[in-house]
């Protein structure tokens, strides 16, 4: 079942901050978020596993809500190079000891100065 | 330390053909993961392999194969080629498992005529 990710698409100024939000009906074995920007490959950008933990990377950071089976990235004082297309993957298990890495359709995440 | 690369960059094919995709994985990754990215769809799952067996695979048809070599190496098979195969087919590596970060390469663009 793919994670469903909201919004689609957001259009923010250098220095706004956003949230990206990405929910699944299964139960979450972890999450992770990758960014793509335009003509480039996905680059990883964090894992949360289980246990709610919330992790950073300068001015971008998620959250892992086990209960709610849901993770949120967020992105503070916003940069033109933030710009791209960002995936939310979810982890779950699939049986005989095997997981599945779901990934959600991407926000568009546009910075303008 | 070389990354994930694959080849070729871009392929053209014909409805019913063959197509060969290839991927090299990081050194010292024994995860290679296969997905389909077509426009407006996101990432799409294909093919897991570790240590050199098929280890998941996703929603797609027996036509999309695959298999690891000894060295790690992959290649995607894809059989009877259809119009709506066209794509970027992403490769990506891990160490082990979906619980720790892939590292994607630059993709094949499939284009089926």
């Known amino acids: 079942q793919q994670p469903v990710q909201s919004p689609q698409a957001v259009i923010l100024r250098e220095g706004e901050d956003a949230v990206i939000n990405c929910s699944s009906s299964?139960?979450?074995?972890?999450v992770h978020w990758y960014r793509q920007k335009h003509g480039e490959a996905p680059v990883f950008l964090m894992i949360l596993l289980k246990g709610g933990e919330q992790k950073g990377h300068e001015k971008i950071s998620a959250s892992f809500n086990e209960k709610k089976q849901q993770s949120s990235l967020y992105l503070t004082a916003s940069q033109l190079s933030y710009s791209g297309t960002y995936f939310c993957?979810?982890?779950?298990?699939?049986?005989?000891?095997?997981?599945?890495?779901?990934f959600g359709k991407g926000t568009k995440l546009s910075v303008i100065p | 330390e070389a990354g994930v690369t694959q080849s070729p960059t871009h392929l053209i094919k014909t409805r019913g053909q063959q197509a060969t995709l290839r991927c090299s994985p990081i050194s010292g990754h024994t995860s290679v993961y296969w997905y389909q990215q077509a426009l407006g769809l996101g990432l799409q799952f294909l093919l897991w392999?570790?240590?050199?067996?098929?280890?998941n695979r996703g929603n797609f048809p027996p036509r999309f194969s695959g298999r690891q070599f000894p060295n790690y190496s992959s290649e995607l098979n894809v059989n009877a080629l259809e119009l709506e195969d066209s794509a970027l087919y992403l490769c990506a590596s891990s160490l082990t498992d979906k619980t720790y970060e892939q590292y994607f390469g630059p993709g094949t663009r499939l284009t089926v005529t």
């Open positions: 299964k139960a979450l074995y972890s």
């Open positions: 392999y570790d240590e050199g067996e098929e280890r």
């Open positions: 993957g979810t982890v779950t298990y699939s049986g005989a000891g095997s997981y599945q890495l779901t």
